[in-house]
């Protein structure tokens, strides 16, 4: 079940949410730091990571699937949003560069389909960022953030997915260590529990974060093989 764009909107808005971002941007700058020249896309509520790239890729937009609804970005500037089929969408092939995933695989009911479009629509070598809720972390039980919804995955799932749509996956890392809850502790030490988390329990992190870069296939036509006529000949026995 997809929620709507406002849940996520008022989550990034509280003080969680506000923490939570900080800890996956840093995460994202970690695999793409540089993107200058770039054509970046975000499927999802991206909004609050595509700031990232505004100032250095060639050019970025916001993607939003009609379940959830669609909110304007940047604010104060031309939009870049828009909304868009869930495995259908409005680009040509291989118009992307980078694309990052958030608050949209979770959530869809064709895995396969939505793995599909994003092979189509990147170019020849380009990368795709998975961010999704990790099965084996808290914030995947916990209803009261975004990522207490839709279907959770552990690394070796979602790898496993990846490499069969013909995407080259590299090894899952992992972040969001922190509670999923209001607390003092979780708002005031995150960062202090994101570097123990990432030193004494990596894979139990909230979120499960892969990089994945698109295969680039060569169909050959196998030669037909030339077959010679079948000619017995009897050979006395000895």
Same mark, same amino acid.
């Given at each position: 079940?997809?929620?709507?764009v406002?849940? !996520? !909107?008022n989550f990034?808005k509280? *003080?969680?949410g506000e923490a939570?971002?900080r /800890?996956?941007? %840093?995460?994202i700058? #970690?695999?793409?730091?540089?993107?200058?020249?770039?054509? /970046?896309? $975000?499927?999802? +509520?991206?909004?609050?990571?595509l700031?990232?790239? &505004?100032?250095?890729?060639?050019a970025?937009?916001? =993607?939003m699937p $009609?379940?959830?609804g669609?909110?304007s970005?940047?604010? *104060?500037?031309?939009?870049l949003?828009a909304?868009i089929?869930?495995?259908?969408?409005?680009? #040509? *092939?291989?118009?992307?560069?980078?694309?990052l995933?958030v608050?949209?695989f979770e959530?869809?009911a064709?895995?396969?389909?939505f793995?599909?479009?994003?092979?189509?629509?990147?170019?020849?070598?380009?990368?795709?960022?998975?961010i999704?809720?990790?099965?084996?972390g @808290?914030?995947?039980r916990?209803?009261?953030?975004? =990522?207490?919804?839709?279907?959770p +995955?552990?690394? %070796?799932?979602? +790898? *496993?997915?990846?490499?069969?749509?013909?995407?080259?996956?590299?090894?899952?890392?992992?972040?969001?260590?922190?509670?999923? =809850?209001n607390s003092? /502790?979780s @708002?005031? =030490? !995150?960062e202090?529990?994101?570097?123990?988390?990432?030193?004494?329990? &990596?894979?139990f992190g $909230?979120?499960?974060?892969?990089?994945?870069?698109?295969?680039?296939?060569? @169909? %050959?036509?196998?030669?037909?093989? &030339?077959w $010679?006529?079948? /000619?017995?000949?009897p050979?006395p026995?000895?």
């Open positions: 079940m997809w929620l709507d406002i849940q !996520y !909107y990034y509280s *003080d969680l939570c971002r /800890v996956v941007m %840093r995460k700058h #970690e695999i793409w730091p540089h993107v200058k020249g770039q054509i /970046v896309a $975000g499927v999802g +509520y991206s909004n609050p990571y700031s990232l790239f &505004k100032e250095d890729a060639r970025t937009f916001s =993607f $009609g379940p959830m669609v909110m970005w940047p604010k *104060d500037a031309k939009n949003a909304l089929e869930e495995n259908q969408w409005p680009l #040509e *092939d291989k118009t992307i560069d980078l694309l995933v608050h949209s959530h869809t064709n895995a396969h389909d793995l599909r479009e994003s092979w189509r629509v990147l170019s020849d070598g380009g990368r795709l960022l998975m999704v809720p990790n099965r084996r @808290l914030w995947s916990n209803v009261s953030t975004p =990522f207490g919804h839709g279907h +995955y552990t690394g %070796r799932q979602l +790898y *496993d997915l990846l490499e069969n749509a013909f995407f080259t996956p590299s090894n899952p890392q992992y972040c969001l260590h922190m509670p999923p =809850f003092f /502790v @708002l005031q =030490f !995150y202090a529990l994101e570097s123990l988390g990432q030193n004494w329990s &990596k894979k $909230g979120l499960v974060v892969l990089e994945a870069q698109k295969q680039v296939i060569s @169909l %050959r036509k196998k030669p037909i093989p &030339k $010679g006529p079948h /000619v017995f000949v050979k026995l000895s």
